[in-house]
């Protein structure tokens, strides 16, 4: 199970937030590029990269995603924002090996299909749902598109890595949402999935290690790393 760091930009600033609220927004670090440096000199093997401004369509940060990239050594995806073929194509030149695509999944279909076809098996589906159902732009709006049909169609299009939000649990260190990782599996078994939202202790990234499909081979974790309820070293070491 590999264990992927999240930094979450806004205004050029590491934040956290819960449950996807920019009002609960907790600024932890002013410095990405440090930050992304902690993370790897702590065993991180790639890095998570989201521009929130992106994603709440108040801006971009693709100023400090490019610095990231430049200065650590292991793969970077992001996303966040992402809704042109030319948004993602600017992550990958300055130097993103993976973008994140939600949005455009359920808002343009026939943009979506065109981003995977010219990025391939660079592009990771991100399907964050409250309940079942998928939310989009930034989290901020709900839509009727049900997480399982969403996977399935997403795997008929070429994508075969999907990275699965809990919303109501992100950011609140209620542990992963087993249950649910074993429907998209089941529906989808195809996928790879990286989950995430939700981790607060080592405990709960054991429990997710040892209880989720075996299709689930990685895990996101923000929060807990930032109030230091998780050590980075000490979960690389224990799950890997």
């Known amino acids: 199970m590999e264990v992927i760091p999240a ?32 993370f790897v000199a702590a065993g991180a093997r790639r890095l998570h990269v989201i521009d929130l401004d992106g994603a709440f369509g108040s801006g971009e940060n693709l100023w400090a995603i490019e610095r990231i990239c430049a200065e650590v050594h292991v793969p970077v995806q992001t996303g966040g924002g992402i809704r042109t073929a030319e948004q993602a194509q600017a992550r990958i030149d300055v130097g993103a090996t993976e973008v994140i695509i939600g949005t455009v999944l359920v808002s343009d279909e026939r943009l979506a299909r065109n981003i995977i076809w010219r990025l391939g098996h660079q592009v990771i589906a991100g399907i964050d749902v409250r309940g079942d159902r998928v939310a989009t732009h930034g989290w901020a709006e709900g839509t009727p598109v049900a997480r399982d049909a969403l996977a399935q169609r997403v795997v008929q299009w070429g994508v075969n890595r999907v990275i699965f939000t809990e919303i109501l649990r992100d950011g609140m260190g209620l542990g992963y949402d ?15 999935i990286t989950a995430s939202g939700g981790a607060r202790s080592l405990d709960d990234l054991m429990e997710l290690n040892a209880k989720a499909p075996d299709s689930v081979d990685s895990c996101i974790v923000g929060s807990a790393l930032y109030k230091g309820t998780i050590d980075l070293a000490t979960a690389i070491k224990v799950l890997g």
């Open 7 to 38: 930094i979450d930009l806004h205004g050029g600033a590491c934040v956290r937030m819960e449950r996807g609220d920019l009002a609960t927004a907790t600024v932890y670090d002013r410095d990405p590029v440090a930050r992304a440096k902690a």
């Open 178 to 192: 087993i249950d649910s990782l074993h429907a998209l599996s089941q529906a989808a078994p195809s996928l790879k």
